[in-house]
């Protein structure tokens, strides 16, 4: 069972009031939250703020084990609420940031441009298993620095990936259809061919520096997914869903229908070699398992010398077996050793969810800097954080394992980074069945809330300080109060912001301020 270390500042003993902690606590009970005791979608509302944030639970959490990166970053789906980044303690998994206003956050991670570190996510126009929109940037004060997209395409940026270079670039997957001879495959003289493509632009001036399309290097008869079906939107045939920069200036990427993991000539977009796939152009070392991964996501290079490369191999295209409780083509997290002199790939190490899962979309893979490495299981509603050796430090559930045959959370990728948050807007305050309630979506820098309270909005005085613990505290008021505001401290004691005024007969907003 999760245990949770509470700040150790004092309350004023005079005032006689104690914290209480708003949010709703990390569930323990698997079979309860497994049969549905807790819903389909358990989740968490709050009285200072309209989101809505997802009820974990807590299958395992060793926090010794697990103390690299302060925050979690993921997108998961939440009842009548629109897609959101967010971000969530590592401390105690609380929410700590979510805007529905972007219309998107896929892949929300930390990733840094000119030594600055901005919190990146896909927003835009969602279609079935691809997307059209822009990568954006947004700040430490959640300010939009940068929303890029392509250019020259005849659809934006897709939502698989968003990767910003050490050059000062962004890479964008793109997905659009195209009307082309198919009958390679199956299909017609002039068939409608859904069409992958990349372009790195300049961060700075959204100049294009390199745009690839996969037809112009691939072949139809490569592909390895379903047989060709005439659909609305065009045959998948490639479905790219990672891309990346080397530090020699090529791309690797990841290609689901194609079973593959292509290097791709930065200058003129040949293929330099693949693991997997059709073609594949490496001698498996382990027995065959190396290189039978399949509808794979998130493949990258882990090292300096960009011998190793970690993937999340879903293993499956479809549903074939339970989970939990999976049986064959169950899904793996792999890291593969390659022998560029020797042209051989092996498995250094491989992952599996302590109780066997297949997720048969989405996913992804992160090393940690000590050694870790954090899964999203994709459809399968859960994250896992594995050490070194392949223990499990961490596993997290957002919904019930019996919903994810119908697509579970789902997560796509999750992250841990350090980051520190300091919003613009200000906190916001709420008064509810003679509670005070506080919260400042985004801050990361709170340490203590303190209760300031009076006859009237011009003459209130501090009544309590308590220490903050979870999106939203809950403060009791010493007795009966007109008017309260609560302001945000941080470790050293100094107020770094101020919440709304509440009438306390009425629970209105006193003044013109309009607070996040």
């Not at 020259?152 to 962004?170: E, K, M, Q, R």
């Not at 506080?438 to 309270?453: D, F, P, R």
């Not at 009237?456 to 009966?480: A, R």
């Amino acid at each position: 069972m999760p245990f949770f270390r509470f700040s150790s500042l004092l309350v004023a003993a005079a005032c006689g009031s104690l914290p209480v902690l708003a949010d709703l606590p990390l569930i323990t009970d698997a079979d309860g939250y497994n049969d549905w005791a807790y819903g389909d979608r358990p989740n968490q509302t709050y009285h200072s703020s309209p989101l809505v944030s997802p009820r974990f639970l807590v299958n395992t959490w060793d926090k010794n084990a697990t103390t690299t990166g302060s925050h979690i970053f993921m997108a998961p789906a939440n009842p009548n609420q629109g897609a959101s980044p967010m971000i969530f303690s590592s401390e105690d998994l609380s929410l700590v940031y979510a805007d529905p206003a972007w219309d998107g956050g896929n892949d929300a991670r930390v990733q840094v441009y000119d030594e600055i570190a901005y919190l990146t996510f896909w927003s835009g126009f969602d279609e079935t298993g691809h997307g059209t929109g822009g990568g954006v940037m947004v700040d430490s004060n959640y300010s939009m620095f940068k929303n890029l997209t392509t250019t020259g395409l005849i659809t934006g940026a897709d939502n698989h990936d968003f990767s910003i270079t050490s050059d000062g670039g962004a890479i964008m997957n793109n997905y659009h259809v195209i009307y082309t001879d198919l009958t390679s495959i199956g299909g017609p003289v002039n068939g409608s061919l859904l069409d992958c493509a990349f372009q790195e632009v300049d961060v700075a001036t959204g100049d294009v520096r390199f745009t690839w399309k996969a037809t112009d290097h691939f072949n139809l008869t490569e592909g390895q997914a379903d047989p060709y079906e005439d659909v609305e939107g065009g045959y998948d045939w490639f479905h790219m869903n990672a891309i990346s920069k080397t530090v020699d200036g090529n791309y690797l990427i990841s290609v689901r229908h194609l079973r593959t993991i292509a290097l791709i000539n930065g200058t003129d977009g040949s293929r330099i070699w693949q693991i997997g796939g059709a073609n594949n152009s490496f001698k498996d070392m382990s027995g065959g398992n190396a290189t039978n991964f399949a509808f794979q996501h998130d493949a990258r290079f882990t090292d300096a010398n960009e011998t190793e490369i970690t993937l999340f191999d879903n293993h499956a295209m479809h549903v074939t077996s339970p989970t939990a409780g999976c049986t064959s083509d169950c899904t793996r997290a792999l890291r593969l050793s390659l022998d560029y002199d020797r042209m051989e790939v092996s498995i250094a190490s491989e992952f599996y969810h302590p109780q066997s899962v297949q997720a048969w979309a989405q996913g992804g893979y992160q090393p940690l800097d000590n050694g870790n490495a954090v899964v999203g299981w994709g459809v399968v509603p859960a994250l896992t954080e594995f050490d070194g050796a392949g223990n499990v430090v961490m596993d997290v559930q957002l919904r019930p394992w019996n919903t994810t045959e119908e697509g579970g959370a789902p997560l796509y990728r999750v992250y841990k980074f350090d980051w520190v948050g300091q919003p613009t807007w200000e906190p916001s305050c709420a008064f509810v069945d003679g509670m005070v309630y506080v919260s400042w979506n985004g801050a990361t820098e709170v340490a203590s809330w303190s209760l300031v309270g009076g006859a009237s909005p011009q003459s209130m005085d501090q009544y309590t300080e308590v220490p903050k613990d979870g999106f939203e505290t809950s403060i009791q008021p010493p007795g009966e109060v007109s008017f309260v505001r609560v302001d945000a401290l941080d470790a050293d004691g100094n107020k770094i912001g101020s919440s709304n005024v509440v009438d306390t007969s009425s629970g209105d907003t006193v003044g013109s301020r309009i607070r996040a």
